[in-house]
Nanobody, 129 residues
């Protein structure tokens, strides 16, 4: 079972930036679609960004224009560049890989976590105002 390892979380002031990374051997080649999720205290987990094997990306309205998802196939790593951070971005962030039922980034945003079959361990992002 693939176990992705995340890094890059931490504390930052509002308006700042962070870059999350998530790596696992071979996991990008074995999945059509990858994503980043977050879960804030007392709230449900939500997908914020997804990228598919064609390189197409999709974002939730709450992060569109501020976050960028990317992947490096040679390094088996996906990234989430987060700019202009707000206090409401404070959450545990998880990387994920979707099963074969999800082929596009757009589908991933619609399906949320329904078809995720690999999860990262999570990394905490805290944004202070």
């Amino acid at each position: 079972q693939v176990q992705p390892v995340e890094s890059g979380g931490g504390s930052v002031q509002a308006g700042g930036s962070l870059r999350l990374s998530c790596a696992a051997s071979g996991w990008i080649y074995s999945h059509y679609c990858m994503g980043w999720f977050r879960q804030a205290p007392g709230k449900e987990r939500e997908v914020v960004a997804a990228i598919d094997s064609d390189g197409s990306t999709s974002y939730s309205d709450s992060v569109k224009g501020r976050f960028t998802i990317s992947q490096d196939n040679l390094k088996n790593t996906i990234y989430l560049q987060m700019n202009s951070l707000k206090s409401e971005d404070t959450a545990m962030y998880y990387c994920a890989a979707y099963g074969g039922q999800v082929a596009t980034a757009r589908e991933a945003l619609i399906d949320n976590d329904k078809y995720v079959d690999v999860w990262g361990q999570g990394t905490l992002v805290t944004v202070s105002s």
